[in-house]
């Protein structure tokens, strides 16, 4: 029952990322993150795409003060060029982790 609430209020934060974010993600189905290895799993619905994005990657945590922030690392996605434009554009860059969701990461 607390993964179930745990995976549910990690889904909730990321959507809210997304959503404050970009217009582009639709939707996103199956999240999965692994807090112990620091990994995750997720399909992205498209604007404009018939077939979902599939997602993969690791992450780090940072505390900074009061805040907690993700550093995205080795992406890979179902499309290549996604990929490379990934890796170039999340290089070094980081995102604060909403405060519902610090604790199940």
Not at 34 to 62: C, D, I, Q
Not at 75 to 95: D, H, P, Y
Request: no cysteine; hydrophobic share 50%.
């Amino acid at each position: 029952m607390f993964s179930a609430m745990r995976d549910k209020a990690v889904e909730m934060a990321v959507r809210q990322l997304i959503q404050k974010t970009t217009r582009a993600v639709k939707d996103l189905n199956g999240l999965v993150i692994n807090a112990p290895k620091k990994t995750f799993s997720v399909k992205l619905e498209l604007a404009g795409e018939a077939e979902p994005l599939v997602v993969t990657g690791s992450y780090e945590l940072m505390v900074d003060k009061d805040k907690t922030m993700l550093l995205p690392a080795n992406i890979q996605t179902s499309k290549e060029w996604v990929t490379i434009l990934a890796a170039e554009l999340l290089k070094g860059r980081s995102f604060e982790v909403p405060a519902m969701a610090r604790n199940f990461l």
